[in-house]
């Protein structure tokens, strides 16, 4: 994630974590995971993972209409991934929430 400031994991040094998977959506929605995962397509395996909402970042700067996964270690060379999101969609100030299901792969550059 190079030198980003402020650090979205405090815990943890910045320049060791990877680079964040995200879904936004319209500036008026909140956004809510029942279930965030990042998982290498090969072996299965979940990557360590922090999930960042408005709820959870530490500086208070993220919009509750986005969320992120922000893996704990850089994601491998040439490695195809699969994004896996569950959760639901509710415009500011409404009770309404609309499921919202998505998936998609990719895959990282070689170093």
């Given at each position: 994630m190079g ?82 999101f569950s ?23 070689a170093r």
């Open positions: 030198q980003e400031s402020p650090n979205p994991v405090p815990a943890q040094d910045v320049l060791t974590l990877g680079t964040p998977v995200s879904i936004t959506v319209g500036e008026s929605g909140t956004i809510l995971a029942s279930s965030f995962i990042v998982r290498s397509h090969d072996a299965g395996v979940a990557v360590a993972s922090r999930t960042l909402t408005n709820e959870s970042d530490p500086n208070r700067l993220v919009p509750h209409s986005f969320i992120a996964l922000v893996p704990l270690a850089p994601l491998a060379p040439a490695t195809r991934y699969d994004v896996v959760g639901s969609v509710a415009d500011l100030g409404s009770t309404t929430q609309r499921s919202l299901i998505r998936s998609w792969s990719f895959t990282t550059g």
